[in-house]
C-alpha cells in the first residue's frame, strides 16, 4: 500500500455504532457493477506533473488488477478524466479559476483535450471494452459536467467501486455524490492515492461513517470470484 493506512482499523471504529457491521454489502453482482478509475492521468501521476501525486504511481498495479478483476467478472470499467472546460461555455468554473489565481493557465492548458497531462499514464491497462468519459468537476456526477450518470444507468449500474486520484479530492467528491444518487458505492481502500496518508486517512473516515464501503483489492478479486462461481453453478 502506497498509504500507511490500515482501513481495518477504520472500519472497526464505525462498526462499533453500527451493532458491530463492518460493511454493508458482502455480494457483489458484476452485471450491475462499475470500477470508477478516477483521473489517473499524466497530470497527476507523472514526476514532475502540474499536480503531481506520488502515491498514485504506487497505486497502478492494484488499480490495473482489480480492473482485470472486473473484466473477468463481467463489470465494467470507467476511466473518468478531468478535462478543462470552455471558460465561456456551460460548465465554465470561474469560481475555480479565482481560487486558482495565477496558476489557472497552467492548469487549463494541462488538462486540454489532447494535451499529454490530460491523457491517461500510459502504465494503466485499458481494454477495448472499457469507458472512458470526460468531466469538468472534480465530482464525476457535477450535472452538466459529466455523462457518468447517464452512461452507467443505460447499463443498468447500481454498484460503484471507486479508485484512482487524489482520495481526498476527485475519488470523495465522486463517492459522496454517487452515495446520495442512490449508487452503492465501495472504496478501494488500497487503490487510492492522496498527497499525504492524513488525507488519505481522513476521506476513508468520512467514507466508512456514512458514504462507502472499505474494501482491499484481495477482499474485491475474492468477492468478484464468489459471484462468478455462484453464477457459474446456478
Known amino acids: 500500500m502506497p498509504h500507511n493506512i490500515d482501513h481495518n482499523t477504520i472500519l472497526s471504529r464505525h462498526a462499533e455504532a453500527r451493532g458491530g457491521v463492518r460493511n454493508i454489502w458482502d455480494e457483489i453482482d458484476p452485471a450491475k457493477t462499475a470500477h470508477i478509475i478516477v483521473d489517473m492521468q499524466n497530470g497527476f501521476v507523472e514526476e514532475g506533473a502540474p499536480v503531481e501525486v506520488p502515491a498514485a504511481r504506487e497505486v497502478v498495479n492494484e488499480i490495473n488488477r482489480l480492473s482485470a478483476a472486473i473484466r473477468r467478472a463481467g463489470g465494467t470499467n470507467v476511466f473518468l478524466r478531468f478535462t478543462t472546460p470552455d471558460p465561456d461555455g456551460p460548465a465554465a468554473w470561474p469560481v475555480f479559476a479565482e481560487r486558482m489565481g495565477d496558476g489557472i493557465q497552467a492548469h487549463?492548458?494541462?488538462?486540454?483535450?489532447?494535451?499529454?497531462?490530460?491523457?491517461?499514464?500510459?502504465?494503466?491497462?485499458?481494454?477495448?471494452?472499457?469507458?472512458?468519459?470526460?468531466?469538468?468537476?472534480?465530482?464525476?456526477?457535477?450535472?452538466?459536467?459529466?455523462?457518468?450518470?447517464?452512461?452507467?444507468?443505460?447499463?443498468?449500474?447500481d454498484t460503484l467501486i471507486i479508485s484512482g486520484t487524489l482520495t481526498n479530492c476527485c475519488c470523495e467528491s465522486t463517492a459522496r455524490d454517487a452515495m446520495q444518487m442512490n449508487y452503492k458505492v465501495i472504496v478501494?481502500?488500497?487503490?487510492?492515492?492522496?498527497?499525504?496518508?492524513?488525507?488519505?486517512?481522513?476521506?476513508?473516515?468520512s467514507m466508512a461513517l456514512i458514504f462507502a464501503d472499505l474494501r482491499s483489492v484481495d477482499e474485491l478479486e475474492g468477492m468478484l470470484l464468489d459471484q462468478a462461481a455462484t453464477a457459474a453453478t446456478a
Do not use: N
Request: glycine share 8%; net charge negative; proline share 4%.
Open 108 to 157: 487549463r492548458d494541462a488538462f486540454m483535450p489532447g494535451a499529454h497531462y490530460w491523457q491517461l499514464w500510459p502504465k494503466m491497462d485499458v481494454a477495448e471494452q472499457d469507458i472512458s468519459v470526460d468531466k469538468h468537476r472534480f465530482s464525476g456526477f457535477t450535472p452538466g459536467t459529466s455523462t457518468l450518470d447517464e452512461e452507467l444507468k443505460s447499463r443498468g449500474i
Open 188 to 205: 478501494a481502500a488500497d487503490a487510492c492515492a492522496a498527497l499525504t496518508d492524513e488525507a488519505h486517512a481522513g476521506t476513508l473516515d
